[in-house]
């Protein structure tokens, strides 16, 4: 799939918070889900929850407005959670979760990271498809602090 070069991808900036939020907010509504408690601290706080742990988080960007975005959680095993990943409506197809999914997986390589892993719902069927499609294989069903979260699933670095 040819890739839009008008697109860039581009480390959170204090300038994004408000594209942060609305796209957050919009994928949880779309999807029918209730924006529970940890959603809220990541929207709200996105320096907070992400990076101040030593977590990333990356904005796709056309012509100076977000129009996706993914973060990393920063895990206890050296791994990182991907988390908050979308694409909004008019910008899918176009290979953008693919981009953020690779930008994810670079930043996470440069430390040594041993693995990606994320929690998804099984409703998210292009969500899921994509990160299999990407390499992540599913896990065996565990603990979660959301209440969607049906799908866990691993990408070894």
Request: hydrophobic content about 45%; aromatic content about 8%.
């Given at each position: 799939?040819?890739?839009?070069a008008?697109?860039?991808i581009?480390?959170?900036?204090?300038?994004?918070?408000?594209?942060?939020a609305?796209l957050n907010t919009?994928?949880?509504?779309?999807g029918?889900?209730?924006v529970?408690?940890?959603?809220?601290?990541?929207?709200?706080h996105p320096?907070?929850?992400?990076?101040e742990?030593?977590?990333?988080?990356?904005?796709a960007?056309?012509?100076g407005?977000?129009?996706?975005?993914?973060?990393?959680?920063a895990?206890d095993?050296?791994g990182?959670?991907v988390?908050?990943?979308?694409?909004?409506?008019a910008?899918r197809?176009?290979?953008?979760?693919?981009?953020?999914?690779?930008?994810?997986?670079?930043?996470?390589?440069?430390v040594?990271?041993?693995?990606?892993?994320?929690?998804?719902?099984?409703?998210?069927?292009?969500?899921?498809a994509l990160?299999?499609?990407?390499?992540?294989?599913d896990?065996?069903?565990?603990?979660?602090p959301?209440v969607?979260?049906?799908?866990?699933?691993?990408?070894?670095?």
């Amino acid at each position: 799939m040819a890739q839009p070069a008008d697109v860039l991808i581009l480390p959170f900036e204090p300038r994004h918070r408000a594209a942060w939020a609305a796209l957050n907010t919009a994928w949880l509504t779309e999807g029918g889900f209730a924006v529970e408690a940890k959603d809220r601290k990541a929207i709200d706080h996105p320096e907070e929850s992400f990076l101040e742990g030593g977590g990333r988080i990356f904005i796709a960007e056309r012509d100076g407005e977000a129009i996706g975005c993914c973060a990393l959680i920063a895990m206890d095993d050296g791994g990182f959670e991907v988390a908050k990943m979308t694409v909004s409506p008019a910008a899918r197809g176009l290979g953008l979760g693919r981009r953020l999914l690779e930008a994810c997986e670079a930043a996470a390589g440069a430390v040594g990271a041993p693995r990606l892993y994320l929690e998804t719902s099984s409703t998210l069927k292009p969500a899921g498809a994509l990160y299999r499609s990407f390499g992540f294989v599913d896990l065996p069903p565990r603990s979660s602090p959301y209440v969607r979260a049906d799908v866990w699933m691993e990408k070894r670095l």
